[in-house]
């Protein structure tokens, strides 16, 4: 190696103190150890700091080797396996203090193509200078911090198949932070068995671990597909990283329902401060609700002392956080942790204090969330039930929504009926004014009953069952009744008059102008079959012919259908006056 060519010098050196070394003996060393390196001859290097008569030697000069030695190993070369031994010789005789200052700028800076395989290597270098140190928390503070901005770089998987994949490398990483931050949880650990001699230095180590668990939760962990029912902590890096992150939480003294459901940390913590914003914080907090009450994580270790009521209210918050965002990992987390959180709760057990809650009304228009508005409503008590339906009736302005709660209205009397309970928001005058806020027809005589339709139809039907029940059981409520429906029906006559007026002209037109393309084509080209070019050619608006003649045909059907019902329920009206 070229150190060896220099024969006098390191005899020199071997006699000389290590606070006797000059900058020329420093830029003579890291030259020829650089041009070794360079030149495949890191095993003589190695040879040369691994003899005893060498050490002080390396323990002064070899510190600034460390980033050459990176550098040879990211190679994977022949020669890479001497560079990471080297690597590990030098971490356990130089300087803390030199190692540390030089590598955390070599986390800072990992080459974007590159952070997974860096990480991989500088990590356990870290790790390893770390535990030489008295005091840990500051360093690994630090560490942690850079490590999470390399990570949070990299783009989360979003299938199993990415995960398995791990293109980018974020499984990797995530793997080399749980095997990096492993010492320091055990020591935190240990401390916790001796509370009575911990430190302020040892309360400011759990509260690091607490902040790398936080800052873990919110990122990468609330943008990764978790599901039980696929994921293993054998197939799956990023389920194994969620059930270790909660895990160290454990460890470290951090009870989930303190987590959970007291407010963020405002202030320094034992000693430390977390560096999150509330808003951050109580996203890290979402993820681990989801984690617990979703995908049932940790959940042996959460006291059970908590009422579904309580838990559903604290967790509201976090469900709100979760579906205002665009993001759709987030939002389907909402909604499931917003199903998972309602089917602990008996039905009609939820009551009205809690529809004051505004995340109780935030049910975005998602692919999931009709099975949560669902669900929602079966746990509402009876007040609760009659307030949610009549605020949502006169705010939602959503023809499905609103037929929804038509239904749920016709579903709550049916149990009434048959489990034979009161309810007396469900009675008398509470009852019909909650009705006459339901069946209206929103613009009067002008209204699209195509678009209105399911509303139509389960105002038709409520109508009709509660006709032919009050008929039978004389609750006191059929002239308030007759006069709801009477008021209905008139207007919706007048509705469909207009209606099927308007969709059989459109739908004359339409047949008697496609018979006459028809005519004039075949006049044209003779009697070749043409009939898929002319539908496929002529459009109205942007709808082909033969689907508009479907449609009309439809909304007239409908109509039809519409009006059987109000004869249906005239007739009931009438047949009991007489």
Request: include cysteine; proline fraction near 3%.
């Amino acid at each position: 190696m070229v150190v060896d060519q220099l024969e006098d010098v390191v005899q020199r050196w071997r006699t000389t103190k290590e606070n006797e070394f000059t900058q020329d003996d420093r830029e003579l060393f890291l030259n020829a150890s650089i041009t070794s390196i360079a030149q495949g001859n890191s095993g003589q290097l190695l040879d040369f700091i691994k003899q005893e008569v060498n050490q002080h030697i390396v323990r002064s000069m070899a510190s600034s080797l460390l980033p050459s030695l990176v550098k040879d190993v990211l190679k994977k070369n022949c020669s890479s396996a001497h560079s990471q031994a080297i690597l590990d010789e030098l971490v356990l005789l130089c300087d803390v203090k030199e190692l540390f200052d030089i590598l955390l700028p070599q986390v800072d800076d990992i080459d974007p193509d590159a952070i997974a395989d860096t990480i991989t290597v500088l990590m356990p270098l870290v790790q390893s200078v770390l535990l030489r140190m008295e005091s840990k928390a500051p360093g690994l503070a630090l560490a942690l911090d850079s490590l999470q901005k390399q990570i949070s770089k990299l783009p989360v998987p979003y299938s199993h198949k990415q995960e398995q994949e791990d293109e980018h490398g974020l499984c990797r990483c995530c793997s080399a932070a749980l095997t990096f931050v492993q010492p320091f949880v055990q020591e935190a650990k240990n401390q916790d068995l001796n509370l009575d001699l911990a430190t302020n230095q040892d309360s400011k180590l759990r509260a690091t671990l607490l902040k790398f668990c936080m800052v873990s939760l919110r990122e990468p962990l609330l943008q990764a597909q978790l599901n039980r029912k696929v994921n293993t902590v054998e197939n799956s890096p990023l389920w194994k990283f969620a059930t270790e992150i909660m895990a160290i939480l454990a460890m470290i003294q951090e009870p989930l329902p303190k987590l959970l459901f007291s407010r963020p940390f405002t202030k320094k913590e034992d000693g430390i401060t977390l560096d999150m914003s509330d808003c951050q914080q109580k996203e890290s907090k979402a993820c681990i609700a989801y984690l617990l009450f979703v995908q049932f994580i940790a959940v042996e270790v959460f006291p059970v002392v908590y009422s579904p009521v309580f838990i559903l209210q604290c967790n509201m918050e976090y469900i709100s956080l979760l579906l205002s965002r665009k993001d759709e990992s987030w939002i389907l987390k909402g909604l499931d942790l917003n199903v998972k959180s309602l089917e602990r709760l008996t039905d009609s057990s939820l009551p009205v204090e809690l529809l004051q809650l505004k995340s109780f009304h935030e049910v975005p228009q998602q692919r999931k969330s009709l099975v949560v508005f669902q669900l929602f409503i079966e746990k509402l008590d009876g007040e609760a039930k009659h307030k949610f339906f009549r605020r949502i009736m006169k705010t939602s302005h959503h023809a499905g929504v609103e037929s929804i709660i038509i239904k749920n209205i016709k579903n709550h009397m049916e149990l009434l009926r048959k489990s034979g309970n009161k309810d007396g928001w469900f009675e008398g005058t509470r009852f019909i004014s909650l009705l006459k806020d339901a069946i209206v027809l929103p613009q009067g005589h002008e209204t699209d009953l195509l678009h209105e339709m399911d509303r139509v139809m389960e105002s038709l039907n409520i109508l009709r069952y509660l006709l032919l029940l009050e008929r039978k059981s004389c609750t006191g409520i059929w002239t308030d009744l007759c006069d709801t429906a009477d008021s209905y029906t008139k207007i919706l006559r007048v509705c469909l008059k207009m209606s099927k007026s308007y969709y059989g002209t459109e739908l004359k037109n339409l047949r008697e102008n496609k018979r006459i393309k028809a005519k004039e084509f075949k006049e044209a080209f003779g009697n070749r079959t043409v009939q898929s070019m002319i539908v496929n050619t002529e459009m109205l608006g942007s709808m082909p012919r033969d689907a508009q003649d479907k449609v009309l045909q439809c909304a007239l059907v409908t109509y039809d259908l519409m009006e059987s019902l109000v004869v249906c329920i005239e007739e009931i009206i009438e047949g009991k006056q007489e």
